[in-house]
Nanobody, 125 residues
Framework: QVQLVESGGGLVQPGGSLRLSCAAS????????IAWFRQSPGQERAFVAA???????HYADSVKGRFTISRDNAKNTVYLQMDSLTPDDTAVYYC???????????????????WGQGTQVTVSS
């Protein structure tokens, strides 16, 4: 059973940066596709970014050019570097993992088996 733990959330001013981490245990990390989703109050959970075992990356249009997802298999950790943050980025950020997800499903949260508890990101002056 894979366990995921997010960290790195917090309060940041508009235009600022944060780096989120998703640490995994209990499985073969290098085989996992890891994705970040976010959810704001009253909104559905939305895809943010994903990185496959091949290190191929995918981004939502709303974060492309501002967010960067990366992985360190030696540390069993995926990172989400978030730059040029705006208040619209305020949400609880979740990391999710799956070993067998196909490309066409990568942006759909229902296809991920493993989830972290979430970390709050608040962008406000």
């Amino acid at each position: 059973q894979v366990q995921l733990v997010e960290s790195g959330g917090g309060l940041v001013q508009p235009g600022g940066s944060l780096r989120l981490s998703c640490a995994a245990s209990g499985g073969t990390f290098s085989r996992l596709t890891i994705a970040w989703f976010r959810q704001s109050p009253g909104q559905e959970r939305a895809f943010v970014a994903a990185i496959r075992s091949t290190r191929t990356t995918h981004y939502a249009d709303s974060v492309k050019g501002r967010f960067t997802i990366s992985r360190d298999n030696a540390k069993n950790t995926v990172y989400l570097q978030m730059d040029s943050l705006t208040p619209d980025d305020t949400a609880v950020y979740y990391c999710a993992g799956d070993a067998g997800i196909i490309l066409s499903s990568i942006r759909n949260d229902v296809h991920y088996d493993y989830w972290g508890q979430g970390t709050q990101v608040t962008v406000s002056s």
